[in-house]
């Protein structure tokens, strides 16, 4: 009896998820969150997806809502950032830096003692926002890593080792992972 009313006092932790890309979209990363948070929901934690509109593969957004309340304690916003030229390698690389900013105010007014921010890489390089956003306001994080990147475009010879850029990634990847929680 006394740990429920224990319980019932501590509040639980709201966690936040930014991914450019979220269920209906049909990415694997999509469909993976949507489990993830549905299971955290259940567990009556207050999650917020913040998303980019479905555009993977060609997907329409006409069964994409621009906000959803999937449950009380699960709410999903989505932005159309992030569906300019979804078909180039370009067009994706300009979405994500759309999206990344366009996510980067709702970040920016989350309270930092109560919210996880919890950071995909999709796109590739958003958790250098999470560095970033922590730095500015000592708010935990999580990346949840998919791909490695600068790796994959120095091993599929879209760049050198030495590229700056390379370099850049690297440096920011290590500050980055140094910082998450």
């Not at 999470?130 to 994959?152: A, H, M, Q």
Request: aromatic fraction near 14%; proline fraction near 4%; hydrophobic fraction near 45%.
């Amino acid at each position: 009896m006394h740990e429920e009313k224990l319980q019932k006092k501590i509040p639980k932790l709201k966690i936040s998820f930014v991914s450019q890309f979220f269920n209906p979209d049909n990415a694997a990363t999509g469909q993976l969150l949507a489990e993830l948070t549905e299971l955290l929901a259940e567990e009556e934690f207050t999650i917020k997806v913040k998303t980019g509109m479905p555009a993977y593969a060609n997907f329409k957004n006409k069964f994409a809502k621009k906000y959803e309340v999937k449950r009380k304690n699960l709410i999903i916003s989505r932005t159309n950032a992030s569906r300019i030229w979804p078909n180039r390698i370009r067009g994706r690389a300009i979405n994500g830096l759309l999206f990344c900013i366009r996510v980067s105010y709702f970040l920016l007014r989350l309270s930092p003692k109560k919210n996880l921010i919890v950071y995909t890489t999709e796109p590739p390089y958003l958790h250098f926002l999470g560095w970033l956003i922590n730095k500015i306001r000592d708010t935990k994080y999580v990346i949840i890593l998919y791909d490695f990147y600068p790796e994959i475009l120095v091993n599929l010879n879209v760049l050198k080792e030495k590229n700056w850029l390379i370099r850049l990634w690297k440096f920011l990847n290590q500050k980055s992972f140094d910082a998450a929680s």
